[in-house]
């Protein structure tokens, strides 16, 4: 019987013995000191040990090097009123639950360290990035034990771990770390987004140039997904003179030939701020539309976005989001 099963076996019985104990200690009325801290010492021990049961989390064993992990369930869209950045920390801990991961520190931190080949590459990454997020300094060791031993492109880490300690890994160690002729337009794209999430939005040119001219539409798609921090920026100049100017790129995102990339660009609509701009895109979308689901798409934003706002949109409708909003708790 290994350690799982008498875990189960143990927290399966917790409940009867809880039980037995809460009455024992309901009857005794004017008894002893004595049996009143033997009664709440064994009923602590009762409770540490089913916080241990439940917060207990092993590794699984390795796989070999092309297997394929299975995710439990589908995949829950994150809510409409979520800031940007709020949105995807929501798909960071979605994709860390459909992989079966809790969503603690410590179990985080040691699938970083120890996660090589038992869980999915993407909840390895997911982990790192929520850590990130949570500027949690008990990471900075496993990330760097990780990139020392990969053999890949070591950027996400080198941003994670300048999110977490910008004091000892700086900023400026991470935009000098690729030089402009030795990195690909893919990691180029990557890094000024990591750049723009840190609030250096110096390399806006970069992410201008692979929507408007890049013949790769992965990169295409990276670029349009780091627009949304660029907000903060717009109609401001940035190194090299250059103004950020976001409402042509959507357009263009907008009528891009690939459909990862106009699906993207209908996630930067739905999240970016209100604008009129923004609102005759869509509208114009809807109506050159060939495609059932870039119709239905825009449809949806306008109204969630615009519609709803407006003094004689139908009343049944507008409730009918309220509830909506005030079920998920977001009120």
């Known amino acids: 019987m290994d350690l799982s099963e008498k875990i189960a076996i143990v927290g399966a019985a917790l409940p009867v013995r809880f039980v037995h104990v809460m009455r024992k200690v309901s009857r005794r009325k004017a008894k002893p000191s004595i049996f009143r801290s033997r009664s709440l010492a064994s ?41 940007y950045a709020a949105m995807e920390r929501f798909e960071l801990k979605e994709m860390l639950r459909q992989f079966g991961v809790p969503l603690r520190n410590r179990v985080l931190r040691l699938i970083i360290a120890k996660g090589e080949q038992r869980v999915a590459p993407a909840a390895r990454k997911s982990a790192m990035h929520l850590l990130a997020e949570r500027r949690n300094k008990k990471a900075i060791e496993s990330i760097l034990q990780w990139k020392a031993t990969s053999r890949g492109n070591d950027l996400d880490k080198d941003f994670c771990l300048t999110k977490i300690d910008p004091g000892r890994f700086t900023l400026h160690a991470l935009r000098d770390s690729f030089a402009a002729e030795n990195v690909y337009r893919h990691d180029s794209v990557l890094l000024a987004g990591y750049l723009v999430r840190l ?7 970069v992410v201008r140039t692979a929507i408007l001219n890049d013949p790769k539409w992965i990169v295409r798609e990276d670029a349009v997904r780091s627009l949304g921090y660029f907000w903060p920026f717009q109609g401001k100049k940035v190194d090299g003179g250059s ?87 977001l009120r």
């Open 43 to 83: 009923l602590a021990f009762l409770l540490s040990l089913l916080l241990f049961t439940s917060c207990h989390y092993q590794l699984p064993p390795i796989q070999p090097r092309n297997h394929r992990f299975t995710m439990e369930g589908g995949v829950v869209a994150p809510y409409k009123s979520l800031r």
């Open 199 to 205: 609030g250096d939005p110096s390399l806006f040119a």
């Open 243 to 329: 103004q950020v100017d976001l409402f042509p790129l959507m357009r263009v995102a907008l009528k891009d030939s690939n459909q990862y990339v106009t699906r993207a660009a209908f996630v930067q609509y739905e999240y970016a701020p209100r604008n009129p701009q923004l609102k005759q895109d869509l509208e114009q979308a809807m109506a050159d539309s060939l495609n059932e689901y870039h119709y239905q798409m825009a449809k949806s934003i306008l109204v969630y976005r615009y519609h709803r706002k407006e003094k004689g949109f139908p009343r049944d409708i507008r409730s009918y989001w309220s509830r909506k909003r005030r079920s998920f708790g």
